[in-house]
């Protein structure tokens, strides 16, 4: 059986990509902070900021690693430099999942997998950066995941919104600007099926239609009764701006093409079974 290993296994997305994939592989995931996964066996210790994966990696011998590890930018640089020499010498590949602000310099068009990056942010510049480093790499080597805004019924930005709806604090929400969204559950089946079809390169993986970032989060309010709910408009510009990722020469499935009102109904109908 194919082993995995997820760098930041006890995370948002670590632990949504856990559930998908360790009924059908030898999966692995690391843990910092939650000590709770001590308890699991497939689960290790590890920070980034001071450990070495070079053991756990000759330990579990995974033929996949998924990167999903956040934290000090300086050490996620160091982090998976360790990674692309690992894999090199290996028989593994490296699943980065990067994400939408690899573009966000760029505000006229959607922005597809072949696009040049360009960020003004920090995390964006991290994410090329680390981008860059792998496309040196044989293409069979590496997957490039870019994700738009990432929701779920625990996703940290719905979290985000129901703590400011009891305290009675605005969320920031920004009408000129259209993006694109996925949600855990379709983020994770889609990076099943690149998995078991060993794709490499780059994918877009979120929503194929657009929506405002205003409006997505009022029909998120609306599905989850959050009727007291207080939006602060922001405006950065005058016109309207994109920061959306959208796939064109790496599809997939149409079945695993969600459009906005499927990443709203996965938040709500996973709700409503909970």
Request: charged fraction near 25%; hydrophobic fraction near 40%; glycine fraction near 4%.
């Amino acid at each position: 059986m194919k082993r995995i290993l997820i760098i930041g296994g006890s995370g948002f997305i670590g632990q949504a990509l856990y559930k998908e994939l360790h009924p059908y592989f030898a999966t692995y995931g690391t843990y910092f902070s939650d000590k709770s996964w001590k308890k699991n066996n497939h689960f290790f210790h590890f920070d980034h900021t001071q450990d070495e994966i070079l053991p756990l990696l000759r330990k579990i011998k995974p033929k996949l690693i998924i990167s999903a590890v956040r934290g000090s930018f300086p050490d996620q640089i160091d982090l998976h430099q360790e990674l692309i020499d690992y894999i090199t010498y290996n028989d593994c590949r490296l699943l980065f999942l990067s994400a939408s602000n690899v573009f966000d310099a760029f505000h006229h068009f959607p922005s597809y997998e072949y696009d040049k990056t360009l960020s003004e942010s920090v995390y964006g510049r991290l994410k090329i950066k680390i981008e860059n480093d792998l496309m040196r790499l044989p293409t069979g080597k590496y997957i490039i995941a870019r994700l738009p805004m990432v929701f779920g019924l625990n996703a940290p930005r719905v979290k985000q919104m129901e703590n400011a709806l009891k305290a009675g604090e605005a969320i920031e929400v920004f009408p000129n600007t259209i993006v694109n969204v996925i949600s855990d559950r379709k983020l994770t089946q889609q990076i099943h099926y690149i998995i078991n079809q060993r794709l490499s390169g780059v994918f877009h993986l979120g929503s194929h239609d657009l929506i405002t970032h205003h409006e997505f989060h009022k029909r998120l309010a609306a599905k989850r009764q959050w009727n007291d709910l207080i939006f602060k408009q922001v405006y950065t510009t005058n016109d309207m701006r994109y920061i959306a990722v959208l796939p064109k020469d790496n599809k997939l499935p149409s079945h695993l093409l969600p459009s906005c009102e499927d990443v709203l109904a996965d938040t709500w109908t996973t709700l409503k079974e909970g």
